[in-house]
């Protein structure tokens, strides 16, 4: 008797091979054709991308199955309006398996969206990308703040990768670890999938010994602390996460207190993660009662319903009324908030939102307009400077048997002589994976024992 073919299996095994060949046939999507999309220029300090048109191309999410894709696009990419969307549908600019669709398509199983956007990229900091480590299996830079290493959201030029390859050349690096969009310091890159390997290898077994410097708010306690709060996501679409006592993930941060400013009411603090959680060190630091200075996720109001002790213990309503308001802070901290007040600004008094008294910028030009893009209509102002960092920085990192470091922030400055003492003092110490296994510490903090 002939085995009988589960068509679910089938139609899945068809959809893993159109996967696989269109990542064949754009696995050298950062060539040099993409690079000629568009140009950079610099301004007041800020990096700027010339609008350009680029098709966003996507397979179907589970969460997307059984919704119009009007509705999906407007929830998950929300920097255009409802009325430009429908102007982009009329003109046939989102498609479905290569065929224009209406708004009301309603999404399946294994469709291939395509839409064609005017986009425009949010300023990053205009600092140039400075190599602080190079030979023949690495290259270390000193990533700035405000630049996100991959392309994400409203970010593709004004990402690390793009502008290394585009600026300097630098094409084909494998990431080793991932620092967030708003922290700087050491961003390590593999120039071959042998390294990255053994890289990644280490990670896993938590091999690696990494430093980061930060500036808390308010007195830190002296000396040595260990947290180990678990964490886990609770907005996986914007990346937003907390610690949760019963279904998060292990997490150890190791903090050590270099010194307090009291005219500032900020501490300066080395702060060792021995697990890889995403955002670990600024959820880590909030829920002992002391974030990261400028941090606009976790040093928000919003967080004051959980009194230091985790989501768990709230109800959904609670919940659901501190990741609405975080949802709002990630908006302003990407821009798109500050970006709505200057549409709204200028629909309502017939002026733009630019300074009076500053020129517009001489690069942008009618032939860069589109004319169903709304940004295209609108002069936005510079985004303030402060908005663009946090105060967290990637400082030491020990990988393999090779050691790098990146020269320590302007925040850091007045303090560095403290810093690299107290630095040095941990490395002598080896403080690292070891301490993990067995637990020593001179004051442990877990999430038992947060007021």
Same mark, same amino acid.
């Given at each position: 008797m002939s085995k009988r073919t589960n068509p679910y299996h089938s139609a899945q095994k068809a959809t893993n091979k159109a996967k696989f060949k269109y990542a064949e046939k754009n696995k050298k999507e950062i060539d040099a054709d993409t690079f000629d999309l568009t140009e950079y220029y610099i301004r007041d300090g800020l990096r700027f991308v010339k609008p350009y048109y680029y098709t966003f191309k996507s397979f179907v999410k589970g969460r997307w199955v059984g919704a119009k894709l009007k509705d999906m696009y407007c929830a998950e990419f929300r920097g255009e309006s409802e009325d430009t969307l429908l102007k982009r549908f009329s003109a046939g600019k989102i498609s479905v398996n290569g065929n224009a669709v209406s708004h009301d398509y309603v999404i399946k199983h294994n469709d291939f969206l395509e839409a064609s956007m005017h986009r425009h990229e949010m300023p990053v900091k205009g600092e140039e990308i400075e190599v602080v480590h190079e030979d023949e299996n690495f290259l270390v830079v000193n990533k700035p703040a405000s630049i996100p290493v991959h392309p994400a959201g409203r970010f593709r030029y004004n990402s690390l990768l793009f502008i290394l390859g585009k600026c300097h050349g630098i094409k084909g690096m494998n990431t080793i670890h991932r620092l967030d969009r708003l922290t700087s310091g050491c961003q390590i890159l593999a120039k071959n999938v042998s390294t990255a390997q053994k890289c990644f290898e280490a990670l896993k077994n938590r091999e690696v010994s990494k430093q980061y410097v930060t500036g808390l708010h308010g007195n830190f306690p002296d000396g040595h602390t260990r947290c180990d709060?678990?964490?886990?996501?609770?907005?996986?679409?914007?990346?937003?996460?907390?610690?949760?006592?019963?279904?998060? #993930?292990? @997490?150890? &941060?190791?903090?050590? =207190?270099?010194?307090?400013?009291?005219?500032?009411?900020?501490?300066?603090?080395?702060?060792?993660?021995?697990?890889?959680?995403?955002?670990?060190?600024?959820?880590?630091?909030?829920?002992l009662g002391h974030p990261v200075i400028n941090d606009p996720l976790y040093n928000s109001e919003?967080?004051?319903?959980?009194?230091?002790?985790?989501?768990?213990?709230?109800?959904?309503?609670?919940?659901?009324?501190?990741?609405?308001?975080?949802?709002?802070?990630?908006?302003?901290?990407?821009?798109?908030?500050?970006?709505?007040?200057?549409?709204?600004?200028? #629909?309502? @008094?017939? &002026?733009?939102?630019? =300074?009076?008294d500053q020129p517009k910028d001489e690069t942008s030009t009618e032939q860069d307009k589109d004319p169903i893009c709304e940004e295209c209509q609108v002069d936005f102002e510079d985004p303030p400077l402060g908005q663009l960092e946090i105060y967290l920085h990637a400082y030491k990192y020990s990988i393999i048997g090779q050691n790098f470091e990146a020269p320590l922030p302007h925040w850091a400055g007045g303090y560095k002589e403290s810093i690299?003492?107290?630095?040095?003092?941990?490395?002598?110490?080896?403080?690292?994976?070891?301490e993990a296994a067995t637990g020593g510490c001179e004051s442990s903090i877990s999430n038992d024992n947060v007021k």
């Amino acid at each position: 008797m002939s085995k009988r073919t589960n068509p679910y299996h089938s139609a899945q095994k068809a959809t893993n091979k159109a996967k696989f060949k269109y990542a064949e046939k754009n696995k050298k999507e950062i060539d040099a054709d993409t690079f000629d999309l568009t140009e950079y220029y610099i301004r007041d300090g800020l990096r700027f991308v010339k609008p350009y048109y680029y098709t966003f191309k996507s397979f179907v999410k589970g969460r997307w199955v059984g919704a119009k894709l009007k509705d999906m696009y407007c929830a998950e990419f929300r920097g255009e309006s409802e009325d430009t969307l429908l102007k982009r549908f009329s003109a046939g600019k989102i498609s479905v398996n290569g065929n224009a669709v209406s708004h009301d398509y309603v999404i399946k199983h294994n469709d291939f969206l395509e839409a064609s956007m005017h986009r425009h990229e949010m300023p990053v900091k205009g600092e140039e990308i400075e190599v602080v480590h190079e030979d023949e299996n690495f290259l270390v830079v000193n990533k700035p703040a405000s630049i996100p290493v991959h392309p994400a959201g409203r970010f593709r030029y004004n990402s690390l990768l793009f502008i290394l390859g585009k600026c300097h050349g630098i094409k084909g690096m494998n990431t080793i670890h991932r620092l967030d969009r708003l922290t700087s310091g050491c961003q390590i890159l593999a120039k071959n999938v042998s390294t990255a390997q053994k890289c990644f290898e280490a990670l896993k077994n938590r091999e690696v010994s990494k430093q980061y410097v930060t500036g808390l708010h308010g007195n830190f306690p002296d000396g040595h602390t260990r947290c180990d709060a678990p964490i886990g996501s609770i907005c996986s679409r914007i990346g937003i996460f907390a610690v949760l006592n019963t279904t998060g #993930q292990e @997490s150890v &941060t190791l903090f050590d =207190k270099v010194c307090y400013d009291k005219n500032k009411d900020i501490s300066f603090v080395i702060c060792r993660p021995l697990t890889g959680r995403t955002h670990q060190i600024r959820v880590h630091a909030r829920h002992l009662g002391h974030p990261v200075i400028n941090d606009p996720l976790y040093n928000s109001e919003a967080w004051s319903q959980d009194k230091g002790q985790g989501l768990d213990g709230l109800d959904e309503s609670e919940r659901k009324s501190i990741i609405d308001k975080l949802k709002h802070e990630h908006d302003k901290s990407c821009g798109m908030e500050w970006r709505s007040k200057m549409k709204f600004a200028k #629909q309502s @008094s017939g &002026t733009t939102g630019q =300074k009076q008294d500053q020129p517009k910028d001489e690069t942008s030009t009618e032939q860069d307009k589109d004319p169903i893009c709304e940004e295209c209509q609108v002069d936005f102002e510079d985004p303030p400077l402060g908005q663009l960092e946090i105060y967290l920085h990637a400082y030491k990192y020990s990988i393999i048997g090779q050691n790098f470091e990146a020269p320590l922030p302007h925040w850091a400055g007045g303090y560095k002589e403290s810093i690299e003492k107290l630095s040095r003092t941990l490395d002598s110490k080896r403080v690292g994976t070891e301490e993990a296994a067995t637990g020593g510490c001179e004051s442990s903090i877990s999430n038992d024992n947060v007021k």
